[in-house]
């Protein structure tokens, strides 16, 4: 038969290119899109080994890319810093010290760039000689409210030095509210709290620990961060996490968690970001570079599908990328 009697025909909504775009239900934009940027201590940008096309940039660095960065429209960074090893300590002491690397890079950045949303990171991993999210006890344990008292004192330090979002990725129990207590008590009840609420236990996550140098010492993560199996807990923990006074819950990593970003998003009514993380920027860069994938295609269907899944922020290394091609 080569004349059916259809009268629906879903293919007419997909015959031109403005006919897509008119019937197009996920619209990515660059506003969704949250740039992680590295920091360390030096008066050089240094490539990152484990993260072709990622820098580790000095202050007088990241000001350069921040500005490169707005001009395709990328106003949210989120910092992490690459710490000196004879600055960490079992009792990570130097996250909070009010000179330290990532407080004299907030100051910096909002000095020249009031405008841009600056979101820090909260954990001791970067600080800790132990390479834990936590404080580690005799027997190897993680301590939960000794570090979640530790984390009030960085997250002040943080609100100090101008953030406007603070995002603590460490996944102790209370540290939500903890962290919103001390903070209005300081009386910085406009500086909000993005929790990395469902920070699953994952193997993505290998690149951003060499570019940053915290690797765990010994054990692993998953007494304190989510086991892959599970999606049941990463709404009781994004529920817990809203109860104590979160802004915006997160999902890391993204693409292999979409499930969980769409679970959420049906559940719940505040913003959700996703983590785009740096194994899965590995693995596309690669392919590309091998000349298998079309990079500027596979990065934008990726995005859209996290967009799609339910997440309204996008921390992703493609950001200022992204932001190019969709303007």
């Known amino acids: 038969m080569t004349n059916q009697r259809l009268t629906i025909r879903p293919r007419r909504n997909r015959k031109s290119d403005v006919i897509r775009g008119l019937c197009r239900e996920t619209r990515l934009s660059k506003e969704s899109l949250i740039y992680p940027l590295f920091i360390h201590d030096k008066e050089i940008n240094e490539p990152i080994d484990s993260m072709p096309g990622c820098m580790r940039w000095s202050i007088n660095g990241i000001l350069e890319e921040i500005a490169d960065a707005q001009s395709v429209g990328i106003n949210s960074i989120v910092l992490f810093p690459a710490i000196d090893d004879q600055l960490k300590s079992s009792g990570a002491e130097e996250c909070y010290n009010e000179e330290g690397l990532i407080q004299r890079a907030i100051r910096e950045i909002k000095k020249n760039f009031p405008e841009t949303s600056v979101i820090t990171d909260v954990a001791l ?34 609100a100090r030095a101008g953030a406007d979002i603070i995002a603590p990725s460490d996944m102790m129990d209370g540290r939500v509210a903890a962290i919103r207590t001390a903070m209005d008590n300081e009386n910085f009840k406009d500086v909000s709290i993005m929790s990395y609420s469902a920070k699953y236990a994952s193997a993505y996550y290998g690149p951003f620990r060499g570019a940053l140098n915290s690797t765990p010492k010994s054990g692993d993560k998953k007494t304190y961060q989510m086991d892959p199996a599970n999606v049941k807990e990463a709404v009781r923990e994004a529920m817990l996490d809203i109860e104590e006074g979160a802004d915006i819950v997160m999902v890391k990593p993204a693409g292999p968690y979409l499930d969980v970003v769409a679970t959420l998003s049906d559940c719940i009514e505040i913003p959700i970001a996703a983590y785009q993380v740096s194994g899965e920027y590995l693995m596309i860069e690669s392919a590309c570079d091998a000349g298998w994938l079309d990079r500027r295609s596979v990065v934008l269907e990726s995005l859209t599908g996290i967009h799609r899944a339910g997440a309204s922020a996008i921390l992703t290394y493609f950001a200022k990328e992204a932001a190019s091609w969709l303007k």
């Open 125 to 158: 991993d970067p600080y800790n000689s132990d390479g834990h999210d936590g404080l580690v006890s005799g027997d190897g344990s993680i301590l939960n409210d000794e570090t979640v008292e530790l984390l009030c004192k960085q997250s002040l330090s943080h």
